[in-house]
């Protein structure tokens, strides 16, 4: 998947990329480099490959042309990844366990106590409601020691408090030197974010 | 890692008890419709008995089958662990082994009860027991294949038996040919090495194929 080496392992960037899905060119000529740091806001009408991208960046998808290089990222699509039958905190805990972290309950559990879901912490996943899994997904990506997020529509279901902690902590993970790729209809309140926006191309090519 | 992946999976497992209850559920109903359908078949110490437990076991592993990453497709658990594991390979590893743990491993400790329902003879069933505890890892392994190919359709149900049952028929030989000799008290340490040297070869090929399927049903998604 990484086609050349950049000098920074941090920075995600990709020249010339061009997805397609289902046979149909969704965007083509895509150029960025995110450094370290930055937030990129991705804009663009449904349908318009956004989540294709953010897919490709996480390595979920093949069709694509051009290059790109991507960080191991934490990735967010529409499915949260949270097992219904396990507890937020034991999600978390599996979650650790598959990037070979340890896990700090103490640490998660002040992070649940800042989202507003602590006393949810051992009630099963699938006994909450959508924005309080969002929530959990939220504490997952904090915890992670990857630097770079990918993030699909996270504000779906959200309240108006917890966008408020999302912003909040989009903008703490880029002070810190991470970098968010977030794919939103919803603007984003970060300072010094970065807009791409995500256009069909003039011409559809007719094949690859 | 593989200690967070297997405590994850062993408490799916208590909690998700339909994944133990019902396979074995269905093997003893489907013991019963033998008995009552076919009651010169299950005679006492009949000679049928071993291809019919053995083609009973099959089917109550192909039904479990279909589960096996079924809800981790659903909840998005799959794609992540696919992102986010240090070695997918493992994650998939522990699944099929613990998929084993409630549907081969039950039926190995229900054969005693199944066995002689179907005709088995008391002397048949130590070697019964060690046969399919050497050829159910194997199902459940040469099973993942399928199961990772076909998770992504929404009814994969009957293209999952189509792709899995061929690949079965080495273990269902084996597996038989060990039943019928304890039955007639012949020995069978051979027939028990062949079955075990199957179990090893799906265990080399098979969590490795079952990644690549389960990688295209994740692009798919």
């Known amino acids: ?116 879901i602590l006393p ?87 094949s690859w | 890692m593989v200690g967070a992946l297997l405590l994850r999976e062993w408490k799916i497992l208590l909690r998700a008890r339909a994944s133990i209850v019902n396979p074995l559920a269905f093997l003893l109903l489907s013991t019963l419709l033998f008995a009552i359908a076919a009651p010169q078949l299950v005679a006492e110490a009949s000679q049928q008995a071993s291809g019919i437990l053995w083609v009973l076991v099959l089917f109550t592993q192909l039904l479990s089958l279909d589960a096996m990453f079924r809800r981790d497709y659903d909840s998005g658990t799959l794609e992540q662990s696919m992102i986010m594991a240090d070695v997918p390979f493992v994650a998939v590893l522990i ?20 066995g002689p329902l179907l005709g088995l003879s008391w002397a048949a069933v130590p070697g019964t027991m060690l046969a399919l505890l050497l050829g159910t890892p194997a199902l459940s392994l040469l099973g993942s294949i399928g199961a990772g190919i076909t998770v992504g359709f929404s009814r994969g149900g009957i293209i999952l038996a189509l792709l899995v049952l061929p690949l079965f028929l080495p273990v269902l030989i084996f597996g038989t040919d060990i039943v019928n000799a304890a039955g007639a008290g012949l020995n069978y340490t051979a027939q028990a090495y062949w079955l075990a040297l199957i179990t090893l070869a799906a265990l080399i090929v098979s969590p490795f194929a079952a990644l690549a399927g389960l990688k295209i049903s994740v692009e798919m998604q």
């Open chain 1, 1 to 116: 998947m990484q086609t050349h080496i950049v000098t920074d392992p941090l920075t995600l960037q990709f020249d010339a990329l061009a997805c397609q899905r289902d046979g149909r060119v969704l965007f083509a000529e895509l150029n960025l480099v995110v450094e370290a740091g930055t937030c990129v806001e991705l804009l663009g009408a449904n349908g318009a490959g956004k989540s294709t991208l953010l897919r490709t960046l996480a390595g979920l998808h093949s069709q694509y042309q051009g290059n790109f290089v991507s960080p191991p990222g934490v990735y967010q699509g529409h499915r949260l990844g949270l097992d219904e039958l396990l507890t937020p905190m034991e999600n978390l805990a599996w979650f650790a366990g598959l990037e070979s972290c340890s896990f700090e309950p103490s640490q998660a559990l002040a992070l649940a106590a800042r989202l507003g």
């Open chain 2, 95 to 114: 699944r099929i082994f613990v998929q084993w743990l409630g549907t081969g491993l039950v039926i190995v400790i229900a054969t005693p009860v199944i």
């Open chain 1, 120 to 206: 949810l912490a051992h009630t099963p996943c699938g006994k909450l409601s959508a924005g309080q899994q969002r929530r959990v997904a939220m504490i997952r990506w904090i915890l992670s020691p990857r630097k770079v997020w990918l993030l699909d529509e996270p504000l779906t279901a959200l309240d108006i408090d917890a966008q408020r902690l999302l912003n909040e902590i989009i903008a703490e993970h880029c002070q810190s030197g991470g970098s968010v790729v977030c794919a939103t209809h919803t603007d984003l309140s970060v300072a010094h974010k970065t807009i791409l926006n995500l256009r069909p191309p003039l011409q559809q090519a007719s």
